[in-house]
């Protein structure tokens, strides 16, 4: 499994499984700490966040991959704006599956960015 968001550097699948731990925890932290600055991110309780941030975690591995292979020549014309647009969309699509875990359309922007740096982040430190 890959950590993988945004385009970002991903960690890879020979990397041990701390760092995927790490990243998961970190992700669920941010959302945490983001639904909490009330940017449009709110969580029923504890296990609602921590399925959603795997969901999302999954998404981002298995889903925004193939979507941005299928929508590679949209991204070479808007110079890779679509694959942030790709993300939130689902960040957004995530938060309408998982009970217990709503996102306006604000904190898929927010929350996607941000879960976007915090993977990047992990994924430097892990290398």
């Known amino acids: 499994m890959l950590c993988y968001s945004n385009g970002n550097i991903p960690i890879t699948e ?4 701390g760092s995927r731990l790490c990243c998961w925890a970190a992700n669920t932290v941010a959302l945490a700490l983001l639904a909490n600055l009330n940017v449009g991110i709110h969580y029923a309780d ?13 998404a981002n591995t298995f889903v925004l991959p193939i979507l941005q292979l299928v929508a ?15 993300s939130m969309v689902l960040f957004y699509v995530v938060a309408a599956i998982v009970p217990g875990f709503d996102v306006t359309i604000m904190g898929a922007v927010v929350g996607s960015l941000v879960t976007g740096l915090v993977t990047g982040m992990i994924g430097r430190a892990a290398r």
């Open 72 to 86: 590679l020549p949209l991204s070479c014309v808007t110079f890779g704006l679509s694959a942030s647009i790709m």
């Open 14 to 17: 020979d990397a041990p499984m």
């Open 46 to 58: 504890v296990p609602s966040l921590v399925i959603a941030t795997l969901a999302i975690g999954l």
